[in-house]
């Protein structure tokens, strides 16, 4: 059974920080591409980045340069890494699995896995 339970999420005011976790288990997890997205209330999900099994990121241009991704494999882990947080950042944000190794896989549909998300949320 695959568990993939996030962390790290709360509430920050306008310019702070947060470091996401995504602990996972129940696969081979340094052979999955990871991704991170968020959802906004009354909005679809959107993408936010990824990391394949061979490290390589991607990431939506919007959030490039704030944004950092990466993983631990020897921990299971991935991290989103969010500096400069703007109130429009506020969403859940989830993690996700697939067993490809495409880094520029920002579609939903192609994720086999989901965490249950964590909340970030940003004040002005």
């Known amino acids: 059974q695959v568990q993939m339970e996030e962390s790290g999420g709360g509430l920050v005011q306008t310019g702070g920080s947060l470091r996401l976790s995504c602990t996972v288990s129940?696969?081979?997890?340094?052979?999955?591409?990871m991704g991170w997205f968020r959802q906004a209330p009354g909005k679809e999900r959107q993408f936010v980045a990824t990391?394949?099994?061979?490290?390589?990121?991607y990431y939506t241009d919007s959030m490039k340069g704030r944004f950092t991704i990466s993983r631990d494999n020897a921990k299971n882990t991935v991290y989103l890494q969010m500096v400069s947080l703007k109130p429009e950042d506020t969403a859940v944000y989830y993690c996700?699995?697939?067993?490809?190794?495409?880094?520029?896989?920002?579609?939903?549909?192609?994720?086999?896995?989901w965490g249950q998300g964590t909340q970030v949320s940003v004040s002005s």
């Open positions: 129940g696969l081979t997890f340094n052979s999955h591409t």
């Open positions: 996700a699995a697939y067993g490809g190794g495409t880094v520029t896989a920002i579609l939903p549909q192609v994720y086999d896995y």
């Open positions: 990391i394949n099994r061979y490290g390589e990121t």
